[in-house]
């Protein structure tokens, strides 16, 4: 078995290969529901597009589930720290996630436009509400949350909910929503046909060139506006739990240092960078051909892994820095469970990882097709 060293190394990388596998999989059907309003003008039509995820939406939620549980795991007390700072932020994201499930199970049970009208809002709803919250959070991770701790390694959040909104926070909120709206757009677009295929890349292309700006400008501000973390201490990665034994400072433009030391690093925001482009020009294409419109899913999924990855890399080795205390930012090596747990959920996660990439595969394999209002119209008793 592996160091305890390079188990928390491992484990850093496999939260975030979960949260990645999520944004792609479930910010996908988030993405259609959030275009639902937009690209469906029928009730045919609005069957359609949810019919796209309709097979999918449920089992992409492993996903989230299982980053969620390992999260706890592996970083008990971020878990612990996120629920305190963030308590109202995640409240708000469960109760839309509420929605989506009851969305997609009612919507079709009775045949009246107001009926579906008004479900249809609540999957709008439940499906734009998560990654602007998730954005938001992610923004205040680079801004640094306002918590520390006592003498008892008891948790005290120290801000408020309104604090969490600062212009970079709601920019990088801008960032995740539209990475939703692109990946969903190119999904539809290889799953629909006719003015629903149309309306989605039409859409998909001007979110795409959204999501450069906006990711262009959020990593200007990160360089000159907003305070990045460095430890300048010892780090003992061989430790346990510890997180206010080091010595942190602040400063414009730290969160390169990551990026500065490696050059090679600055092609994952390269990539991040061009790939929404490249998704705005197939989907600009009058010709699309199904390697066209595979490609640009493709470049959406790649350009969501690339953006995550950004953040990620300028982060390491910090998970959850403290703007009120940085010396008890929470890093990687500081802050994980125990030796013994985090080897026993190495073995399980190398049993069930591969399992859930497997089957979600099979899955998407099998319902493979393109769905449209002809097919509606024959399945309306059973279709979403």
């Not at 292309?205 to 907003?226: K, N, T």
């Not at 890399?313 to 820095?321: G, L």
């Not at 393109?370 to 399945?379: K, L, S």
Request: aromatic share 14%.
């Amino acid at each position: 078995m592996f160091d305890y060293e390079t188990l928390k190394l491992i484990w850093w990388c496999l939260i975030g290969f979960l949260f990645i596998g999520f944004a792609i999989t479930d910010g996908m059907d988030m993405g259609v529901g959030g275009l639902l309003p937009f690209v469906a003008k029928k009730d045919d039509e609005s069957r359609v597009v949810i019919n796209t995820v309709g097979a999918h939406w449920d089992g992409n939620q492993v996903w989230f589930i299982t980053a969620g549980a390992s999260l706890f795991a592996a970083w008990p007390l971020v878990y612990a720290t996120a629920f305190s700072g963030f308590y109202f932020a995640m409240m708000l994201t469960l109760f839309s996630l509420f929605l989506r499930p009851l969305a997609f199970d009612y919507r079709s049970k009775i045949e009246s436009l107001k009926w579906r009208t008004n479900w249809d809002k609540a999957l709008f709803v439940g499906s734009m509400v998560p990654p602007l919250v998730f954005g938001v959070a992610f923004g205040n991770l680079l801004q640094g949350v306002s918590f520390g701790f006592d003498e008892l390694m008891r948790v005290t959040y120290t801000g408020s909910f309104f604090a969490l909104f600062t212009p970079f926070t709601l920019l990088a909120g801008v960032v995740s929503v539209a990475m939703m709206l692109m990946h969903g757009s190119t999904w539809l677009v290889m799953r629909t046909d006719a003015d629903v295929a149309k309306r989605s890349a039409n859409i998909g292309r001007v979110v795409a060139v959204i999501l450069a700006l906006c990711f262009a400008l959020a990593g200007v501000m990160v360089w000159q506006s907003i305070d990045g973390y460095l430890v300048v201490s010892t780090i003992d990665t061989m430790g346990q739990a510890q997180p206010t034994m080091k010595e942190v400072t602040t400063g414009a433009g730290a969160w390169l240092t990551n990026y500065n030391a490696s050059p090679l690093l600055w092609l994952v925001p390269a990539i991040g960078l061009l790939a929404p482009l490249l998704v705005a020009f197939l989907l600009g294409l009058k010709n699309k051909s199904t390697s066209v419109k595979v490609t640009a899913f493709v470049g959406s999924s790649v350009s969501i892994m690339s953006i995550i990855l950004t953040a990620g890399i300028a982060m390491f080795p910090f998970v959850m820095p403290s703007s009120s205390q940085p010396n008890h930012s929470l890093l990687m090596w500081d802050t994980v469970s125990s030796e013994g747990t985090l080897g026993l959920m190495f073995i399980v996660v190398a049993v069930f990882i591969p399992v859930i990439i497997g089957y979600t595969l099979w899955c998407y394999k099998k319902m493979w097709r393109t769905v449209t209002i002809a097919e509606i119209e024959q399945n309306k008793h059973s279709a979403y």
